[in-house]
């Protein structure tokens, strides 16, 4: 049996109370089912081998009432059962995750010994079962099953099990912390490998900019340079011009200068 909660290879428990209608010895109909009962309890063992396979086994206890035996009845009978069983899950319906079993159940019903009876055999089981999802570590368990019997003076039998299925940190409930961990820290590392790409994406963009933004500084230091070497070529170029001026001027005094004298 196996909830959410579960990985494919979790075991569980299953501890129930249960109820047996018998038939008469030679009688399996339902028709012709006797008025002997047989409340009980017992336990299973569960495994999941894949996520619709699973296999479980155990033993159950039950009182039983007058199991008619031709003209003898055994009362109070301590009717014994061992089961191994393997199931099939079918798709979860919320919380609930139902499935179908069948295996073989050895019984052994102590009182038939007073009346020279064989008193155990094999019976094939039949049922449908479902598991309701409480919490991460308890669940609530229910079985129908239908047993077959294979040996004379067993009765074939209704039995109805309800009760609590559990899930020891023993035999499993450590690994789904494990593996929750796991994730968790894979969750965190790929968030912070995703922070550490935008943080390098953001880094190299800052550098083009600061680069880009060095580049027009260093451009627009040139310009200004160029525009001063440019004012300065033009007042070099006015100051030719004023001395070639003084120049004549100073060519034309001489001249009247020497024509005078």
């Given at each position: 049996m196996m909830v959410?909660?579960?990985?494919?290879?979790?075991?569980?428990?299953?501890?129930?109370?249960?109820?047996?209608?018998?038939?008469?010895?030679?009688?399996?109909r339902v028709s012709n089912s006797s008025n002997a009962?047989?409340?009980?309890?017992?336990?299973?063992?569960?495994?999941?081998?894949?996520?619709?396979?699973?296999?479980?086994?155990?033993?159950s206890l039950a009182l039983a009432d007058s199991l008619q035996y031709a003209d003898k009845y055994a009362s109070n009978s301590y009717f014994h059962q061992?089961?191994?069983?393997?199931?099939?899950?079918?798709?979860?319906?919320?919380?609930?995750?139902?499935?179908?079993?069948?295996?073989?159940?050895?019984?052994?019903?102590k009182q038939l010994k007073a009346f020279d009876l064989e008193n155990k055999g094999m019976s094939v089981s039949l049922g449908i079962g479902t598991e309701l999802e409480l919490t991460e570590d308890?669940?609530?368990?229910?079985?129908?099953?239908?047993?077959?019997?294979?040996?004379?003076?067993?009765?074939?039998?209704?039995?109805n099990k309800i009760g609590i299925v559990i899930y020891p940190s023993i035999f499993g409930k450590?690994?789904?912390i494990d593996d929750a961990r796991i994730i968790e820290k894979a969750r965190a590392?790929?968030?912070?490998?995703?922070l550490t790409e935008?943080?390098?994406?953001?880094?190299?963009?800052?550098?083009?900019?600061?680069?880009?933004?060095?580049?027009?500084?260093?451009?627009?230091?040139?310009?200004?340079?160029?525009?001063?070497?440019?004012?300065?070529?033009?007042?070099i170029n006015f100051l030719e011009e004023d001395n070639q001026r003084l120049l004549l001027e100073l060519r034309e005094k001489q001249n009247i200068n020497d024509s005078l004298f």
């Open positions: 959410k909660a579960q990985s494919a290879e979790d075991w569980s428990l299953f501890f129930f109370g249960k109820t047996h209608s018998f038939y008469n010895s030679g009688e399996y009962t047989g409340p009980g309890f017992g336990f299973s063992i569960h495994k999941q081998l894949s996520n619709k396979i699973g296999v479980f086994g155990g033993y061992w089961n191994v069983n393997m199931a099939f899950h079918f798709r979860d319906v919320w919380k609930l995750r139902p499935y179908v079993f069948s295996g073989y159940t050895y019984n052994n019903i308890l669940g609530f368990g229910y079985q129908f099953t239908y047993d077959f019997s294979l040996a004379e003076n067993v009765p074939f039998n209704f039995k450590s690994k789904r590392q790929l968030l912070e490998a995703k935008q943080r390098i994406k953001k880094d190299s963009f800052n550098t083009l900019l600061k680069l880009a933004t060095q580049k027009i500084d260093t451009l627009e230091k040139k310009l200004e340079l160029a525009q001063d070497n440019d004012d300065l070529i033009d007042k």
